[in-house]
């Protein structure tokens, strides 16, 4: 049997100047880009693929459902573990993805629109195996733990500093699940986490405001791999329990931010991603959502990566959506009423913003 170390890395915390120029606070950037799978999901794929092995032996077979990166990450750990993998993928996986996937060595089976479609499949093949372990993409109490082992590297990293908040993209729940349990688990409660998803993947954010799982109809996203129709029920649970901010951006703003990213940070990120940082990189956004920051304020972007993107993806994103300040109008949404809408003809536009704020200590309303 394999080495039973873990399969992903320690990651950088790393300083932004540039997001910390242009937000106006402290902002470190919790590069789980750089683990060996490309994003974060081998933390807590790494871990449940690890335990399916020390139960089924050699033989065993992983199979697992993703629109992508939890595909790559499971794929990675079946050739580091020396057993089978196959990844179901839906029609919206690309054949770049699958390519990357099918690279590490896993056969890979399209079946779907959507993940959904594509994890039912999944667990036919599993039933039809004997030797078959389902490794579901993000709802699992293993893939949380492991996900959670960030939070104690950041504590750590920041040197006993408690962050004032902590900023993520939220796909299946499976990320924002082990980052409510870490920060739970180093005593971290009170910090709130901003929930950033995109307008066509909100489910988290539908779920929140409904206080109950909601079924999205259709992904329509462009950010393919946060395109779960319905959320784990654990990311909801977790919280009703903590102070989290459902938030949702465009297409526009999660794609210009994975370029204006790779222009800063020399770092190629996917949609999925530059949901989050987009909260950066729109002028005034972060200090209206949360008025109390400043610049002696430490604001954690946890980069989550993706590995669905290469220069012709951003070229096309670029020529789509064209250069800052060539979008006529942008809104996103906080709960049931517009929290920015702005023109960006131009930058001093774009600073003229009116907003219902989030009160540190008060959940989040639901009505």
């Known amino acids: 049997m394999a080495d039973q170390s873990p399969l992903h890395n320690p990651t950088p915390l790393m300083h932004s100047t540039e997001l910390s120029r242009k937000t106006q606070t402290n902002v470190w950037l919790k590069l789980e880009n750089l683990q060996p799978s490309g994003s974060f999901k081998i933390r807590g794929l790494g871990r449940l693929c690890q335990k399916g092995v020390q139960q089924h032996g050699s033989k065993a077979h992983f199979v697992s459902s993703s629109g992508g990166n939890a595909g790559l990450a499971v794929a990675y750990a079946g050739r580091q573990l020396g057993v089978k993998s196959t990844i179901i993928v839906p029609q919206t996986c690309s054949e770049f993805m699958m390519k990357k996937i099918q690279a590490e060595g896993a056969s890979v ?25 389902y490794i579901p993409p993000f709802d699992h109490p293993d893939v949380w733990d492991g996900n959670s082992t960030m939070i104690p590297e950041i504590k750590t990293q920041l040197n006993g500093v408690v962050p004032d908040v902590i900023i993520c993209s939220v796909g299946g729940g499976g990320m924002i699940s082990g980052i409510l349990l870490g920060c739970k688990a180093v005593g971290w ?10 307008h066509g993947a909100d489910s988290f954010h539908q779920a929140v405001l409904a206080g109950e799982l909601v079924t999205l109809p259709k992904i329509t996203s462009i950010a393919a791999t946060l395109g779960a129709k319905r959320v784990a029920a654990k990311s909801l649970e977790l919280s009703l329990e903590h102070p989290v901010v459902p938030f949702t951006v465009s297409d526009s703003m999660a794609a210009r931010a994975c370029w204006q990213f790779l222009d800063d940070h020399r770092f190629a990120v996917e949609p999925s991603c530059g949901a989050s940082l987009s909260v950066g990189y729109t002028p005034a956004l972060l200090s209206n959502i949360f008025p109390d920051l400043n610049e002696n304020s430490n604001v954690v972007f946890i980069v989550c990566g993706g590995s669905n993107i290469n220069m012709d993806i951003l070229t096309e994103y670029r020529e789509k959506y064209g250069k800052e300040g060539q979008q006529s109008c942008i809104a996103v949404r906080s709960g049931d009423q517009i929290l920015l809408k702005m ?24 009505n």
Do not use: C, F
């Open 189 to 198: 409660d009170k910090v709130p986490v901003l929930a950033v998803e995109t």
């Open 109 to 133: 089976i399209m079946e779907g629109e959507a993940w959904d479609e594509a994890d039912k499949y999944a667990r036919s093949v599993v039933a039809s195996d004997p030797h078959a372990v």
């Open 343 to 366: 023109t960006t003809d131009s930058i001093p536009a774009q600073r003229t913003i009116v907003s219902n704020s989030y009160l540190p200590g008060l959940k989040v309303s639901q």
